[in-house]
Nanobody, 125 residues
Framework: QVQLVDSGGGLVQAGGSLRLSCAAS????????MGWFRQAPGKEREFVGT????????LYVDSAKGRFTFSRDNAKNTVYLQMNSLKPEDTAVYYC??????????????????WGQGTQVTVSS
């Protein structure tokens, strides 16, 4: 079983950047596909993207393509979500999650068994 801790959120102006971290303990993250989700007030949790176990294959939601980038540091057992060109509509609580599902790039929240506590990202206009 893996435990996840999200961090790195904050308040940023539109056009700015943030890097979110997801530190794992208990098991190595290369065992899992690592996904990111977000939830804005009054909205359902939304898939942002995922990084496959191989550490190379990625999938991003259309609104994140070209702006968000996943990376992984195996030595630190940590995954990162680099977010550039942030927009007010990116404001949400961001969650990392780990999936042991057989799929290379799982997209549904139910396919992720382990979740971080979330970190707030607020983008001002």
């Amino acid at each position: 079983q893996v435990q996840l801790v999200d961090s790195g959120g904050g308040l940023v102006q539109a056009g700015g950047s943030l890097r979110l971290s997801c530190a794992a303990s208990g098991r190595t993250i290369s065992t899992y596909a690592m996904g990111w989700f977000r939830q804005a007030p009054g909205k359902e949790r939304e898939f942002v993207g995922t990084l496959a176990r191989n550490g190379v294959s990625t999938l991003y939601v259309d609104s994140a393509k070209g702006r968000f980038t996943f990376s992984r540091d195996n030595a630190k057992n940590t995954v990162y979500l680099q977010m550039n060109s942030l927009k007010p509509e990116d404001t949400a609580v961001y969650y990392c999650a780990a999936s042991a599902n057989y799929k290379l790039l799982p997209q549904r929240a139910v396919e992720y068994a382990y979740w971080g506590q979330g970190t707030q990202v607020t983008v001002s206009s």
